[in-house]
């Protein structure tokens, strides 16, 4: 039977479970409410009536269950499935420890001709920071987002690459900014658990995919778009570095 015609059944049985419940309306109150207390009556064998009522009463209970649970199945299945995207570009997969995940990162930032769009939680490689500065010293737009709350911790590169032309934002809307995403020249998506840290390429156990595929792209895009709006500009001030104030005689 076709997915269809088990719809069509579904919604059939349950119309008909729901005229049955409708029905039990035409009684009374006074004797639906009798035949619902009368449940226990049924089981112990007394009042007959009452008993008579009961079963009634049950049965079109009976009857509306399973079109209800049927209306139930129709209402889910109908639901159309969500949409997935179709990828035919090629993926690569890299592995941590010592699996290469950090030289296929800098490998595609170096290849980059136009965009390198970035989400970081812990970003303490000097060779990832090395490649973004690189790129953007050819000429490539590179925009970093990287989790505020991260900034102190020991070797975080968010000083080093706002020194050498790359600012980032900062982002502390949600609980973590736990994303680990490159996504370059609007064609591919670097993604996986790996933190850009020495940790998580030589002591973690971690998983890194390469995609190559636009439509993929478009939509890591259009996220980094969402985070980057709630995002603050980053400061030295964030990592707690003391400007010198410069005073004029007045001042003293």
């Not at 997915?3 to 349950?14: I, K, Q, T, Y």
């Not at 680990?180 to 850009?196: C, E, R």
């Not at 259009?222 to 985070?227: F, K, L, P, R, V």
Request: aromatic share 8%.
């Amino acid at each position: 039977m076709s997915d269809l015609r088990v719809g069509r059944f579904s919604l059939f049985l349950a119309l008909a479970g729901l005229v049955a419940v409708a029905a039990t309306f035409f009684v009374p109150a006074i004797v639906v409410l009798c035949g619902v207390f009368s449940g226990v009556v049924l089981i112990t064998g007394g009042m007959s009536v009452r008993t008579r009522v009961a079963r009634i009463g049950l049965s079109l209970a009976l009857i509306a269950l399973p079109g209800i649970a049927a209306l139930s199945y129709y209402k889910y299945e109908a639901v159309p499935p969500s949409r997935v995207i179709q990828g035919r570009g090629p993926v690569e997969v890299r592995f941590s420890p010592n699996g290469g995940c950090t030289e296929a990162i800098v490998a595609q930032i170096s290849g980059a001709k136009k965009s390198v769009l970035v989400q970081a939680y812990s970003f303490t490689s000097a060779p990832i920071a090395q490649a973004l500065v690189a790129a953007h010293n050819r000429g490539v737009d590179v925009r970093v987002i990287l989790d505020q709350k991260r900034l102190n911790e020991d070797g975080n590169k968010a000083a080093f690459i706002y020194d050498n032309g790359v600012a980032p934002l900062t982002d502390k809307e949600n609980g973590d900014a736990h994303n680990k995403v490159l996504i370059i020249d609007s064609s591919v998506v670097i993604t996986g658990s790996m933190n850009f840290s020495a940790k998580g390429e030589f002591r973690n156990a971690e998983n890194l995919l390469i995609l190559q595929e636009p439509s993929l792209a478009t939509k890591y895009t259009n996220n980094w778009n969402t985070h980057a709006r709630h995002s603050f500009p980053y400061t030295r001030m964030h990592q707690g570095v003391t400007v010198p104030a410069l005073l004029t005689p007045e001042d003293e």
